[in-house]
């Protein structure tokens, strides 16, 4: 769907430059998905996996985040191995609602209610970033954090339409549950994608 280098600006990369590759094709159907251009495949080019890698070795960018739509709709195996070939980080965000594929240096599952995440991702995730639009979704957060091993980061992330109302909610959570950290979306606040 699009492509560009930028600054990570969520979880446990924030901070740091990333080339951020967004894969059309998303079934999950969150109501407040700011992506919703995503949605359909079909409205997107194609493009070559070679053609990608050049574009992110061109960027000379450490690390190359998949993000989508739901990038794990598609097997990531030949991408991911590319990229790496290329000595460039592999990053995923993903929902977690398919099977895994591709060979990954860090694995952000961030779980939908509209389309459960899979045992196996939730397991495997290196990070869980639990998206905060009601005060009902830190329980959600807690029942999917409770089947993640033992070294995941754990990030809370207000969702950005309702970020005035949640982050206080979510501060008072925090200094309860010191397992947990805070992201904030810092692309938005510096205006770039
Ligand atoms: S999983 Fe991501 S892209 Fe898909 S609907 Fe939800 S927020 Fe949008």
């Known amino acids: 769907m699009e492509h560009f280098y930028t600054i990570q600006g969520e979880g446990f990369y924030q901070g740091k430059a990333a080339y951020f590759v967004r894969l059309g094709g998303c079934d999950v159907g969150c109501t407040w998905c700011d992506v919703k251009e995503s949605w ?6 194609l493009w070559q996996v070679d053609e990608i890698v050049s574009e992110v070795g061109n960027s000379g960018a450490k690390i190359c985040v998949i993000t989508g739509g739901e990038p794990l709709m598609y097997n990531l195996a030949e991408l991911t191995v590319k990229l790496q070939a290329n000595k460039i980080r592999t990053h995923v965000e993903t929902s977690g609602a398919y099977p ?3 060979n990954w240096d860090w694995i952000c599952v961030s779980p939908k209610r509209f389309k459960l995440p899979l045992d196996e991702c939730l397991k495997a ?18 029942e999917n954090a409770a089947k993640t091993n033992e070294t995941c980061k754990l990030f809370l992330q207000p969702e950005w339409s309702v970020e005035k109302e949640m982050l206080p909610i979510i501060i008072d959570y925090v200094k309860q549950n010191q397992q947990w ?3 904030l979306q810092v692309h938005k606040y510096m205006n770039i994608p």
């Open 40 to 45: 359909l495949a079909e409205k997107h080019p």
């Open 181 to 183: 950290e805070i992201s």
């Open 100 to 102: 895994l594929s591709g």
């Open 125 to 142: 995730a290196n990070e869980l970033k639990a998206i905060v639009f009601h005060r009902n979704d830190l329980r959600f957060a807690e």
